[in-house]
């Protein structure tokens, strides 16, 4: 028997056991049986007490295995496509800061490589269809090596990487049968994953896991990743009950504003009228149709003294409410805050929002080192090889840019401070002037200030080294001195 066919007769185990358990959950309240929990049988209070809510359960809903479903959630509901879209720009948009002993210009060629290949796109890309359909992959495209074989990074030449391609789970099949055995971040997880024929690209191809960058969308425990094919869940389908119910207030509230203003007009015989048509019923119809058309502001509405007119209209008053806790419930749901995810102004008294969105950037920053993380470290090794023919010095690392923009004001007070420790190690012939100018342009990426510092101002400037620290320090004990003595002198 193979692994294969053995994993998909542990998914049906685990289905088989799912609805046993369900069925144990039902005759458990039947009889009434309870854990610990308080409890009033006079009463019918507390789980187990013959109540409502002791009927109540969960079931699985198991939509993300629709693929469909999903696809016209996310093409066909705003809400949806938010949830999906908006985590997963926040991730990739700010990029990120490089901290290595390279040159500055290689870390500007790295970060240029980085937006010339839409590694942020695919990045990105790669994201939004793990949260959609529970993962995805991107594919690290090297010319010359077979994609069946590990990623040898030191083999790597100039110009070798051709970038990423992005692979949903529906578009590539793991090798159940094969998984990683050497202990490791990715012991358990598939060896292979194979291309399926009617992917755009590589098809039918087997690619190395090694080769990949693969997020997952909401994981899961053990036996629901293997009922799942070792795949996660997609993110709405968690919050899909509260989708749905998001969306079915608001289309009826939507509703409710064609029955706004409702205009009854009762007739007497009108049953006897319709029955019997002729010249009554079309009598009938030309006078409804004349106070149509003499109903307005100034108009007059004439009828039978035995008739009556009478007009309904509907408010709307705590609708708001309504539907502003069924988008509470999604935005708690998402952990992402209203003032992001539906773009509204908080509400109350001194309210901006800072606070939120500071707590949603610090969850989307957790995501960034869980999810990304990795994949860039190994993508800036490949990056370096491809883009400058050289392997990253040790004790390379990066930082994902905050999300955080700083105001002006905030901007203002950062340069001045850098530029005064910049100056300041200057003066005391810590650095010579090329290091000042180059610490002075890196450090207008944060600030926006020094951005005009060119190669060739870098070039100009003397490249003598800074004076001996010793005579730096005579020079200012001897000015200290001089300054001690003209405020003694003045004493």
């Known amino acids: ?264 007009y009762k007739v007497e015989g009108l049953r006897d009228i319709i029955a019997s048509g002729g010249k009554a019923f079309e009598g009938l119809v030309k006078q409804i149709d004349h106070i149509r058309m003499w109903q307005t502001n100034e108009g007059m509405t004439l009828m039978d003294t035995k008739d009556e007119f009478d007009a309904h209209s509907y408010t709307f008053s705590g609708l708001d409410a309504v539907l502003l806790q069924f988008g509470q419930q999604v935005s708690g749901a998402l952990q992402i805050p209203l003032v992001r995810l539906f773009g509204q102004s908080p509400a109350g008294m001194n309210a901006t929002g800072e606070s939120d969105l500071r707590t949603y950037y610090d969850n989307v920053a957790q995501q960034q080192d869980q999810l990304l993380r990795p994949g860039i470290h190994k993508l800036l090794q490949v990056m370096a090889r491809s883009i400058l023919g050289v392997d990253l010095p040790s004790g390379t690392d990066f930082a994902f840019r905050p999300l955080w923009q700083m105001t002006d004001e905030q901007k203002a007070t950062v340069a001045k401070t850098g530029t005064e420790t910049v100056t300041t190690a200057f003066d005391a012939g810590l650095i010579s002037a090329q290091t000042a100018l180059k610490e002075l342009r890196q450090h207008s990426r944060v600030t926006g200030f020094f951005t005009n510092i060119t190669d060739e101002d870098i070039e100009a400037a003397e490249s003598e080294p800074p004076p001996p620290v010793e005579e730096v320090t005579n020079a200012l004990a001897n000015e200290t001195e001089q300054e001690q003595s003209g405020q003694d002198e003045q004493g």
């Not at 144990?24 to 049986?33: D, Y």
């Not at 985590?87 to 800061?97: C, K, L, N, P, Q």
């Not at 949903?168 to 049968?177: F, G, I, K, T, Y």
């Open 1 to 264: 028997m193979t692994k294969r066919h053995a994993l998909r007769k542990m998914a049906e185990r685990v289905t088989r056991d799912t609805s046993a358990a369900m069925q144990g959950q039902q005759a458990q309240r039947k009889s009434f049986a309870t854990g610990d929990s308080f409890q009033n049988f006079a009463s019918r209070v507390g789980l187990g007490t013959a109540n409502q809510s002791s009927f109540g359960s969960y079931g699985f809903d198991f939509v993300s295995r629709n693929r469909v479903q999903m696809e016209a959630a996310y093409r066909s509901s705003w809400i949806c496509g938010m949830a999906v879209d908006v985590v997963a720009d926040d991730m990739t948009r700010a990029g990120i800061e490089i901290h290595s002993e390279l040159d500055p210009d290689n870390i500007e060629k790295l970060e240029q490589g980085f937006e010339r290949m839409r590694i942020w796109n695919c990045l990105c890309a790669t994201a939004k269809w793990a949260r959609l359909y529970g993962g995805a992959v991107a594919v690290i495209m090297v010319d010359g090596q077979k994609s069946d074989t590990p990623l040898r990074i030191e083999t790597i030449s100039k110009d070798q990487f051709k970038g990423l391609l992005v692979l949903d789970r529906w578009l590539v099949q793991p090798s159940l049968e094969n998984l990683v055995q050497e202990m490791g971040p990715d012991v358990g997880m598939p060896k292979y994953y194979d291309v399926v024929a009617d992917s755009m690209a590589l098809p039918n191809m087997r690619i190395h896991h090694s080769r990949l960058i693969r997020i997952d969308g909401v994981e899961l425990p053990y036996w629901q990743r293997i009922s799942e094919n070792l795949w996660g869940q997609s993110v709405l389908e968690r919050l899909w009950d509260r989708l749905l119910a998001f969306d079915s207030t608001t289309q009826g509230a939507a509703q409710l504003v064609h029955k706004a203003h409702l205009r009854t």
